[in-house]
């Protein structure tokens, strides 16, 4: 069964901090880089952070020093910390294969405030 579930989403102030997660089915998972991507209202879904099977990073310029992507593979399970959160990284936020594009399958989503 396909199945993409984040959550950890929330209100918060500018300044501060959330963590995400992610579960994953095995399909969408196992031996996958994946990704958490983002869409703030009325912009296209954009890719901020990845990281591969072996745990290499990469992330948007934007969230860089910021975010940090991490994954438990025994868990099929990825991960999202994200710190010093500014009122523009307001956006539902998504996590898939780092390779997902439009027409892939993707989860509800979780809503990220951030306040200023």
Same mark, same amino acid.
């Given at each position: ?21 992610? %579960? ?7 031996? #996958? ?22 745990? #290499?990073? #990469?992330? %948007? ?14 868990? #099929? ?13 307001? %956006? ?25």
């Amino acid at each position: 069964q396909v199945q993409l579930v984040e959550s950890g989403g929330g209100l918060v102030q500018a300044g501060g901090s959330l963590s995400l997660s992610c %579960a994953a089915s095995r399909s969408i998972f196992s031996r #996958n880089s994946m990704g958490w991507y983002r869409q703030a209202p009325g912009k296209q879904r954009e890719l901020v952070a990845t990281i591969t099977s072996g745990g #290499n990073t #990469n992330y %948007a310029d934007s969230v860089k020093g910021r975010f940090t992507i991490s994954r438990d593979n025994a868990k #099929n399970m990825v991960f999202l910390q994200m710190m010093n959160l500014k009122p523009e990284d307001t %956006a539902v936020y998504y996590c898939n294969q780092a390779t997902a594009w439009s027409g892939s399958y993707w989860g509800q989503g979780t809503q990220v405030t951030v306040s200023s």
